[in-house]
């Protein structure tokens, strides 16, 4: 049985419109499939990516201004496309949880992979699918870089449990237990990990999904 990975960008998964693509995509593949997961990119070119307005809300709360607005914006946009896929995803609760870290001494790399973290666990309740969390499973070295031994390690155990899952991309887990991020873009070295550690047959990376 054949293992592919593929990884999708932000602009692949801004809307429920895009998401219907790719699952699509993904529902015509055969034997044990990976998917790694973007945040919602822009819907249209005066729109922002919801990385971007994650940074606002985090730079908001740390300067003890009013994120609440700008969470919202963010809020709505998870929850039009879950209640448009028809997904079973709580998007008041992760919320909550997330409002909650705002409040009390947030975290950069934690805001900065919540587009990640969230949009994967709708693509995954939207498909059927597992989903797989990397900070269970990627994880960082005390000098940031990856630590690709022990990441290979429990990943690859993780994904023998399923022949179906959505990984989210992005981030990890840091030496200290904190979630920690990539640089900018860093889903595609997410995808190059869970390729790796499944063994794939086939990696690929979907920059943008049309028709």
């Given at each position: 049985m054949k293992t592919k990975t593929l990884k999708f960008g932000g602009s692949s998964l801004a809307d429920s419109a895009q998401f219907r693509k790719v699952s699509r995509i993904i529902h015509e593949q055969t034997g044990r499939v990976y998917v790694v997961a973007s945040a919602p990119g822009k819907r249209n070119r005066e729109d922002t990516k919801v990385t971007d307005m994650l940074y606002d809300c985090y730079e908001l709360a740390k300067a003890g201004k009013d994120f609440g607005p700008r969470l919202s914006e963010i809020q709505t946009r998870f929850s039009d496309i879950a209640k448009d896929l028809g997904a079973d995803f709580d998007c008041a609760a992760e919320f909550e949880t997330i409002r909650k870290h705002l409040s009390s001494g947030p975290e950069r790399d934690y805001?900065?992979?919540?587009?990640?973290?969230?949009?994967?666990?709708l693509l995954a309740s939207s498909l059927g699918f597992d989903f797989v969390d990397p900070a269970t499973c990627v994880f960082f070295n005390a000098d940031g870089t990856l630590n690709a031994t022990k990441t290979n390690e429990v990943l690859g155990k993780a994904l023998e449990g399923t022949d179906k899952a959505v990984v989210a991309g992005f981030y990890g887990l840091g030496s200290e237990g904190h979630i920690k991020t990539f640089s900018r873009g860093g889903s595609d070295v997410t995808g190059a990990i869970v390729a790796r550690a499944s063994k794939s047959d086939v990696y690929e990376?979907?920059?943008?999904?049309?028709g």
């Open positions: 805001m900065a992979s919540r587009g990640e973290y969230l949009n994967s666990k990376n979907w920059t943008d999904v049309s």
